[in-house]
């Protein structure tokens, strides 16, 4: 496997580890601060529901397509939703970045 795969692939998995991790902190701010955040319809009942639609809240957060759902109301819950929102588009830079690097050393080696 080469340095530029092994990078990629280390930058997909701690995207997605980012939002595993923010998702876990939306349903600990939740768990602590109950209406930090609201849902179309009825807040979910179950905590495999609940954990379900933070991961979905943060999957779309990250990739800052944010369907307007759920939508955070506590300060805490929109602090994290902004940073989580920043590294989703700070993050992708480096292996577009790298990828690019890769292709011009390919070039002007030839």
Partial sequence: MTTHKAAEEGAVAAYLLIA?????GYLLIEFMVPGAFHFPGSVPSDYMSLGRTFYYF??????????????PVHPYAR????????????LPGHPFSSA?????????DK
Avoid at 20 to 24: E, F, I, K, R, S
Avoid at 79 to 90: K, N, P, T, V
Wanted: with cysteine.
């Fill in 100 to 108: 690019g690097y890769f292709v011009r050393s390919y070039r002007t």
């Fill in 79 to 90: 602090s994290l939703a902004m940073m989580e929102a920043f590294i989703g588009q700070a």
């Fill in 58 to 71: 943060s999957a779309s957060t990250l990739t800052t397509l944010g369907y307007g759902d759920v939508t």
């Fill in 20 to 24: 595993v991790a923010c998702a876990w």
